[in-house]
């Protein structure tokens, strides 16, 4: 079975940090866009950072550049989200996705993982 497995969320204190992990199976990421969406509730799911295939290039929402910092490790299969100086609004589920562009549209490959929860909370 294509599985992405988040790990890492947890209560934290604001200004604290917090590692969250992704670990993929039964497929190679290599070849694959892989990024971190969050969704706080009431709210609709946001791209909170992206990194390209080769680790070479990444992106980040304006509200996290600075304080968030993508990762990944092909060798092991896993991307990983340095947050620091944590605040308030960045309490939500955490989700890692797996892009993969074929040479059709309709080839495109796209996977999630369950999510994590992370509270940001005094």
């Known amino acids: 079975q294509v599985q992405l497995v988040e790990s890492g969320g947890g209560l934290v204190q604001p200004g604290g940090s917090l590692r969250l992990s992704c670990a993929s199976s039964?497929?190679?990421?290599?070849?694959?866009?892989m990024s971190w969406y969050r969704q706080a509730p009431g709210k609709e799911r946001e791209l909170v950072a992206g990194?390209?295939?080769?680790?070479?290039?990444?992106s980040y929402a304006d509200s996290v550049k600075g304080r968030f910092t993508i990762s990944r490790d092909n060798a092991k299969n896993t991307v990983y989200l340095q947050m620091a100086s944590l605040k308030l609004e960045d309490t939500a589920v955490y989700y890692c996705?797996?892009?993969?562009?074929?040479?059709?549209?309709?080839?495109?490959?796209?996977?999630w993982g369950q999510g994590t929860q992370v509270t940001v909370s005094s």
């Open positions: 039964g497929f190679t990421i290599s070849s694959y866009l």
């Open positions: 990194i390209a295939s080769t680790g070479g290039s990444t």
């Open positions: 996705n797996a892009k993969h562009f074929g040479i059709t549209i309709a080839k495109d490959s796209d996977y």
